[in-house]
Protein backbone atom coordinates (compact mmCIF):
# COMPACT_ATOMS: atom_id res chain seq x y z
CA UNK A 1 0.00 0.00 0.00
CA UNK A 2 3.06 3.00 0.26
CA UNK A 3 6.88 2.15 -0.36
CA UNK A 4 7.86 2.06 3.19
CA UNK A 5 5.13 1.27 5.16
CA UNK A 6 2.92 -1.30 5.39
CA UNK A 7 -0.30 -2.71 6.61
CA UNK A 8 -1.56 -6.29 7.38
CA UNK A 9 -4.85 -7.39 8.62
CA UNK A 10 -4.82 -10.44 10.77
CA UNK A 11 -8.09 -12.97 9.94
CA UNK A 12 -9.27 -14.97 12.84
CA UNK A 13 -10.57 -18.51 11.55
CA UNK A 14 -13.25 -18.21 13.92
CA UNK A 15 -16.35 -17.84 11.35
CA UNK A 16 -17.53 -20.26 9.07
CA UNK A 17 -15.22 -21.10 5.85
CA UNK A 18 -17.03 -19.33 3.57
CA UNK A 19 -17.04 -16.36 5.62
CA UNK A 20 -13.31 -16.63 6.35
CA UNK A 21 -12.45 -16.95 2.55
CA UNK A 22 -14.66 -13.88 1.85
CA UNK A 23 -12.72 -11.68 4.69
CA UNK A 24 -9.35 -12.73 3.14
CA UNK A 25 -10.38 -11.66 -0.38
CA UNK A 26 -12.08 -8.19 0.77
CA UNK A 27 -8.63 -7.49 2.32
CA UNK A 28 -7.00 -8.12 -0.80
CA UNK A 29 -9.35 -6.00 -2.59
CA UNK A 30 -8.74 -3.25 -0.33
CA UNK A 31 -5.44 -3.01 -1.04
CA UNK A 32 -3.58 -4.59 2.37
CA UNK A 33 -0.24 -5.46 1.79
CA UNK A 34 -0.32 -8.35 3.59
CA UNK A 35 -3.51 -11.11 5.29
CA UNK A 36 -2.29 -12.55 8.54
CA UNK A 37 -3.58 -16.05 10.02
CA UNK A 38 -3.15 -17.50 13.51
CA UNK A 39 -2.63 -20.79 14.56
CA UNK A 40 -4.50 -22.87 17.50
CA UNK A 41 -6.67 -25.87 17.72
CA UNK A 42 -8.88 -24.21 19.05
CA UNK A 43 -9.90 -20.31 20.12
CA UNK A 44 -8.01 -20.21 22.81
CA UNK A 45 -9.35 -17.09 23.76
CA UNK A 46 -12.31 -19.43 24.61
CA UNK A 47 -14.58 -18.95 21.79
CA UNK A 48 -16.84 -21.85 21.18
CA UNK A 49 -18.00 -21.21 17.34
CA UNK A 50 -15.82 -22.92 14.02
CA UNK A 51 -11.65 -22.74 14.16
CA UNK A 52 -9.25 -24.02 11.58
CA UNK A 53 -6.14 -25.27 10.83
CA UNK A 54 -3.05 -22.89 9.99
CA UNK A 55 -1.22 -24.42 6.98
CA UNK A 56 -4.65 -25.48 5.36
CA UNK A 57 -5.70 -21.90 5.20
CA UNK A 58 -2.63 -20.87 4.08
CA UNK A 59 -3.01 -22.94 0.57
CA UNK A 60 -6.39 -22.45 0.64
CA UNK A 61 -5.92 -18.60 0.62
CA UNK A 62 -3.28 -18.58 -1.65
CA UNK A 63 -5.54 -20.15 -4.29
CA UNK A 64 -8.17 -17.74 -3.99
CA UNK A 65 -6.08 -14.79 -3.85
CA UNK A 66 -3.65 -13.40 -6.43
CA UNK A 67 -1.52 -10.66 -4.93
CA UNK A 68 -1.38 -10.19 -1.33
CA UNK A 69 1.13 -11.81 0.81
CA UNK A 70 0.43 -13.80 3.50
CA UNK A 71 1.80 -14.14 6.63
CA UNK A 72 2.05 -17.28 9.41
CA UNK A 73 1.21 -15.13 12.60
CA UNK A 74 2.20 -17.11 14.44
CA UNK A 75 2.99 -20.55 13.74
CA UNK A 76 3.51 -21.82 17.70
CA UNK A 77 6.30 -24.26 17.73
CA UNK A 78 5.10 -26.75 20.45
CA UNK A 79 2.38 -28.20 17.66
CA UNK A 80 5.07 -29.68 14.57
CA UNK A 81 8.31 -30.77 14.32
CA UNK A 82 10.52 -28.04 12.36
CA UNK A 83 11.49 -30.37 9.44
CA UNK A 84 8.07 -30.80 9.19
CA UNK A 85 6.92 -27.37 9.39
CA UNK A 86 9.73 -26.15 6.83
CA UNK A 87 7.95 -28.29 4.17
CA UNK A 88 4.76 -27.52 5.00
CA UNK A 89 6.20 -24.08 4.50
CA UNK A 90 8.30 -24.61 1.38
CA UNK A 91 4.66 -25.74 0.04
CA UNK A 92 2.38 -22.89 1.13
CA UNK A 93 5.61 -20.37 -0.74
CA UNK A 94 4.55 -22.79 -3.73
CA UNK A 95 0.88 -22.78 -3.44
CA UNK A 96 1.58 -18.90 -3.30
CA UNK A 97 3.15 -18.03 -5.72
CA UNK A 98 6.14 -16.67 -3.62
CA UNK A 99 3.84 -14.46 -1.49
CA UNK A 100 4.37 -16.33 2.22
CA UNK A 101 6.08 -14.84 5.19
CA UNK A 102 7.04 -17.26 7.65
CA UNK A 103 6.04 -16.05 11.33
CA UNK A 104 7.20 -18.18 14.22
CA UNK A 105 6.86 -17.94 17.78
CA UNK A 106 6.50 -19.77 21.01
CA UNK A 107 2.91 -19.90 21.76
CA UNK A 108 1.77 -19.54 25.57
CA UNK A 109 1.54 -22.02 28.26
CA UNK A 110 -2.22 -20.45 28.92
CA UNK A 111 -3.22 -21.94 25.55
CA UNK A 112 -5.46 -25.22 26.30
CA UNK A 113 -3.87 -26.74 22.76
CA UNK A 114 -1.24 -28.85 24.22
CA UNK A 115 -3.21 -30.29 26.90
CA UNK A 116 -6.07 -31.18 24.37
CA UNK A 117 -3.80 -32.37 21.92
CA UNK A 118 -1.88 -34.10 24.99
CA UNK A 119 1.37 -33.03 24.08
CA UNK A 120 3.72 -31.48 26.66
CA UNK A 121 3.10 -27.52 28.05
CA UNK A 122 6.63 -26.33 28.03
CA UNK A 123 7.80 -23.80 30.46
CA UNK A 124 7.90 -20.36 28.79
CA UNK A 125 12.08 -20.96 29.21
CA UNK A 126 11.89 -24.30 27.67
CA UNK A 127 10.13 -22.85 24.31
CA UNK A 128 12.54 -19.74 24.17
CA UNK A 129 15.46 -22.53 24.42
CA UNK A 130 13.65 -24.89 21.54
CA UNK A 131 12.96 -21.94 19.55
CA UNK A 132 16.32 -21.08 19.42
CA UNK A 133 17.17 -24.39 17.69
CA UNK A 134 13.67 -24.79 15.98
CA UNK A 135 14.59 -21.36 13.60
CA UNK A 136 17.92 -23.02 12.96
CA UNK A 137 16.63 -26.07 11.17
CA UNK A 138 13.38 -24.08 9.37
CA UNK A 139 16.28 -21.37 8.17
CA UNK A 140 18.67 -24.07 6.91
CA UNK A 141 15.86 -26.41 5.34
CA UNK A 142 14.26 -23.55 3.37
CA UNK A 143 17.31 -22.29 2.14
CA UNK A 144 17.72 -25.89 0.41
CA UNK A 145 20.34 -26.90 2.64
CA UNK A 146 21.13 -31.01 3.61
CA UNK A 147 20.83 -30.29 6.74
CA UNK A 148 22.22 -32.36 10.04
CA UNK A 149 21.52 -31.07 13.06
CA UNK A 150 22.02 -32.10 16.49
CA UNK A 151 20.66 -29.76 19.28
CA UNK A 152 19.36 -30.39 22.92
CA UNK A 153 15.97 -30.20 21.96
CA UNK A 154 16.33 -31.07 17.95
CA UNK A 155 18.02 -33.44 15.31
CA UNK A 156 17.69 -33.65 11.87
CA UNK A 157 19.95 -36.39 9.63
CA UNK A 158 20.98 -34.95 6.37
CA UNK A 159 17.24 -33.67 5.97
CA UNK A 160 16.92 -32.04 2.63
CA UNK A 161 13.96 -30.53 0.78
CA UNK A 162 12.95 -29.86 -2.77
CA UNK A 163 12.28 -28.18 -5.15
CA UNK A 164 14.13 -25.24 -3.60
CA UNK A 165 11.46 -22.54 -2.62
CA UNK A 166 9.54 -19.67 -5.11
CA UNK A 167 11.56 -16.88 -3.12
CA UNK A 168 14.95 -16.63 -2.59
CA UNK A 169 17.27 -16.92 -0.26
CA UNK A 170 13.75 -18.69 1.37
CA UNK A 171 10.58 -17.09 2.07
CA UNK A 172 10.98 -13.95 4.80
CA UNK A 173 11.22 -15.39 8.63
CA UNK A 174 9.39 -13.58 11.22
CA UNK A 175 10.21 -14.06 14.82
CA UNK A 176 7.38 -13.25 17.56
CA UNK A 177 9.26 -11.16 20.26
CA UNK A 178 8.61 -9.82 23.23
CA UNK A 179 11.13 -10.33 26.02
CA UNK A 180 14.63 -9.79 25.94
CA UNK A 181 15.94 -13.47 25.10
CA UNK A 182 13.51 -13.98 22.24
CA UNK A 183 14.34 -9.84 21.10
CA UNK A 184 17.89 -11.49 20.91
CA UNK A 185 16.71 -14.22 18.80
CA UNK A 186 15.36 -11.83 16.41
CA UNK A 187 17.71 -10.07 15.97
CA UNK A 188 20.06 -12.85 14.90
CA UNK A 189 17.65 -15.27 12.81
CA UNK A 190 14.65 -12.50 11.80
CA UNK A 191 13.69 -10.73 8.44
CA UNK A 192 10.98 -9.32 10.12
CA UNK A 193 10.32 -8.57 13.99
CA UNK A 194 6.93 -9.22 15.09
CA UNK A 195 5.11 -7.97 18.53
CA UNK A 196 2.29 -6.38 19.93
CA UNK A 197 1.49 -5.48 23.91
CA UNK A 198 -1.00 -6.35 26.10
CA UNK A 199 -0.55 -3.64 28.44
CA UNK A 200 -3.94 -1.93 29.69
CA UNK A 201 -3.51 1.59 27.82
CA UNK A 202 -2.54 2.34 24.67
CA UNK A 203 -0.08 4.54 26.05
CA UNK A 204 1.44 1.58 28.13
CA UNK A 205 1.97 -0.27 25.12
CA UNK A 206 3.78 2.52 23.27
CA UNK A 207 5.89 2.99 26.18
CA UNK A 208 6.47 -0.82 26.44
CA UNK A 209 6.79 -1.28 22.59
CA UNK A 210 9.66 1.66 23.14
CA UNK A 211 11.72 -0.33 25.10
CA UNK A 212 11.89 -3.40 23.57
CA UNK A 213 12.86 -1.21 20.07
CA UNK A 214 15.89 -0.11 22.15
CA UNK A 215 16.56 -3.65 23.71
CA UNK A 216 16.32 -5.19 19.87
CA UNK A 217 18.62 -2.55 18.47
CA UNK A 218 20.58 -2.86 21.06
CA UNK A 219 21.06 -6.75 20.36
CA UNK A 220 21.49 -6.11 16.45
CA UNK A 221 24.23 -3.59 17.71
CA UNK A 222 26.36 -6.48 19.68
CA UNK A 223 25.69 -9.11 16.60
CA UNK A 224 27.13 -6.51 14.34
CA UNK A 225 24.09 -6.22 12.32
CA UNK A 226 22.38 -3.17 11.15
CA UNK A 227 19.39 -2.49 13.24
CA UNK A 228 17.25 -0.99 10.14
CA UNK A 229 18.32 -4.07 8.09
CA UNK A 230 15.06 -5.91 10.32
CA UNK A 231 11.93 -4.90 9.71
CA UNK A 232 9.44 -4.02 12.48
CA UNK A 233 6.06 -5.38 12.67
CA UNK A 234 3.54 -4.47 15.10
CA UNK A 235 -0.08 -5.87 15.62
CA UNK A 236 -2.40 -3.13 16.84
CA UNK A 237 -4.39 -5.76 19.92
CA UNK A 238 -7.23 -3.64 22.00
CA UNK A 239 -7.25 -5.04 25.19
CA UNK A 240 -10.50 -3.02 25.53
CA UNK A 241 -12.61 -5.31 22.56
CA UNK A 242 -13.39 -7.78 24.64
CA UNK A 243 -15.42 -5.87 27.28
CA UNK A 244 -16.77 -3.73 24.52
CA UNK A 245 -18.73 -6.47 22.88
CA UNK A 246 -15.83 -6.57 20.15
CA UNK A 247 -15.22 -2.94 18.99
CA UNK A 248 -11.88 -2.05 18.36
CA UNK A 249 -10.74 1.68 19.33
CA UNK A 250 -9.04 2.43 16.13
CA UNK A 251 -12.19 1.76 13.89
CA UNK A 252 -14.40 4.01 16.20
CA UNK A 253 -13.66 7.26 14.08
CA UNK A 254 -10.36 8.23 11.36
CA UNK A 255 -9.06 10.56 13.75
CA UNK A 256 -8.12 8.13 16.69
CA UNK A 257 -6.89 5.73 13.96
CA UNK A 258 -4.47 8.75 12.42
CA UNK A 259 -3.62 9.06 16.46
CA UNK A 260 -2.81 5.32 16.81
CA UNK A 261 -1.24 4.68 14.16
CA UNK A 262 0.46 7.70 14.32
CA UNK A 263 2.14 7.24 17.56
CA UNK A 264 2.85 3.51 16.17
CA UNK A 265 5.31 4.82 12.95
CA UNK A 266 6.92 7.39 15.18
CA UNK A 267 8.76 4.62 16.73
CA UNK A 268 9.82 3.35 13.63
CA UNK A 269 7.67 0.42 13.20
CA UNK A 270 7.58 -0.63 9.83
CA UNK A 271 4.40 -2.96 9.08
CA UNK A 272 1.12 -2.03 11.11
CA UNK A 273 -0.83 -5.01 12.17
CA UNK A 274 -4.77 -4.36 12.38
CA UNK A 275 -7.83 -6.99 13.27
CA UNK A 276 -10.51 -7.73 10.22
CA UNK A 277 -13.17 -5.93 12.54
CA UNK A 278 -15.43 -8.24 14.37
CA UNK A 279 -18.40 -5.87 13.98
CA UNK A 280 -20.09 -5.56 10.93
CA UNK A 281 -20.69 -1.80 12.09
CA UNK A 282 -16.83 -0.79 12.07
CA UNK A 283 -16.50 -2.62 8.81
CA UNK A 284 -17.59 0.76 6.81
CA UNK A 285 -14.77 2.51 8.35
CA UNK A 286 -12.38 -0.45 7.86
CA UNK A 287 -12.82 0.11 4.52
CA UNK A 288 -12.62 3.75 4.18
CA UNK A 289 -9.48 3.58 6.83
CA UNK A 290 -8.32 1.30 3.79
CA UNK A 291 -9.67 3.24 0.66
CA UNK A 292 -8.74 6.86 1.87
CA UNK A 293 -6.46 6.93 5.21
CA UNK A 294 -4.01 4.52 4.65
CA UNK A 295 -2.68 5.74 1.12
CA UNK A 296 -2.63 9.32 2.91
CA UNK A 297 -0.54 7.93 5.72
CA UNK A 298 2.15 5.94 3.92
CA UNK A 299 1.50 7.10 0.32
CA UNK A 300 1.08 5.57 -2.66
CA UNK A 301 2.41 2.37 -3.81
Known amino acids: MADDLRFSVLVLPNVEWPELVRRCRHVEELGFDTVGLVDHLV ?32 AQIPLRNPAMFALQALTA ?12 GTGLESDPSCR ?38 YTTDAAILRPLPVQSPRPPLMIAAMGPVMLGLAARHADIWNSLSFAATFDEQIAE ?29 DPTARAGGGALAYYEDEATFRRMVGEVVALGITEIGLYYPALGRQVPMFERIAREVIPDLGGDS
Open 209 to 237: TRQRIATIDARCAALGRDPASLRRSYLMF
Open 93 to 104: DHASGGRLDVGL
Open 116 to 153: MMGVPNWSAKERVARLGEYVQVVDRLLRGEETTFAGEY
Open 43 to 74: DWAGGKGPWFELWSQVSAVAMVTERIRIATLV
